[in-house]
């Protein structure tokens, strides 16, 4: 994929408002930011680039006498993952009650020193996915939540009556594989996933047979029309995905869920939620909880 990389200078420079502004910016297609000391570098796929709304973004800025000024070049095509794939990652532990099993999440090189249920291995090449993002983490929460024999606080068993009925798991925007293959691990019976993405499609199908779950994963290249070609509905259906993408498919979504499936998003900031709430509502979901994690949130709907 092809993208921009568009240089911002926030005068005067703040943290809050460079926060504020990287939420905005995603109403012009940005994926992913990196701090600089005057601003922000924001990264945005070429094809999903709207400078118009950029424009009206900076224009709408609530920060008074804050001014915000540009630069659009094309970012260097190389392997972005090429350095932290050489170093790699530090185990990373993920919990969430104290009777739920805990997830470590590794890359093969770093080993976990402590004992946990669940280990899963990610070998990330130019895909999005390892556990070190928030949005990742919450969602490995949600599925704990959801697919382990949990007890929860009013002594109701969530985990006997929905591990039992989680039998397939729609993974949206797959990366590298992360979220099909903890679903995975925590008892799903299938997982399917899809990703524009060439890399990241054929970086799910690795980590999968990594993780010896590839009997039961399928990864698919293309967007959420592919959507069209899967047969049956799922049970919890996973997008980790920026908020527009989120806005576009969410209807997408909707037609592989049954009464009673969950649809569990992130990768949007806490301002984002509002919009997305309301957009479920008009297609018949329902919020069932939400999380956050920094300025990061997560949302659990039920259709």
Partial sequence: MKYFEVEFTISPYSADAADLFASFAGEAGFETFEETETGLKGYVQQSLFDEDALR??????????TSIIYNVREAEDRDWNEQWEQEGFEPIVISTEENAPTIVIHDGR???EIESEIQIEIDAKLAFGTGTHETTRMICQQLISYLSPLRSTSGRSLGETSHLSIKRVL???TGTGILSICALKLGAAEAVGYDIDEWSVDNARHNAV???VDDRFTSL????????TIDGVFDIVLANINRNILLADMPKFATKMHEGSLLILSGFYLGDCEILEEKAHSIGLKLVSKATDHD???MVLMH
């Avoid at 290249?221 to 069209?228: K, P, S």
């Fill in 210 to 212: 990594i993780n010896r």
């Fill in 221 to 228: 290249l293309g967007d959420a029309r592919i959507l069209d």
């Fill in 56 to 65: 009206e973004c900076i224009e709408e800025f609530p920060f008074e006498g």
């Fill in 110 to 112: 770093h080993l976990p």
């Fill in 296 to 298: 990061w949130a997560c």
């Fill in 171 to 173: 993974d949206c925007g």
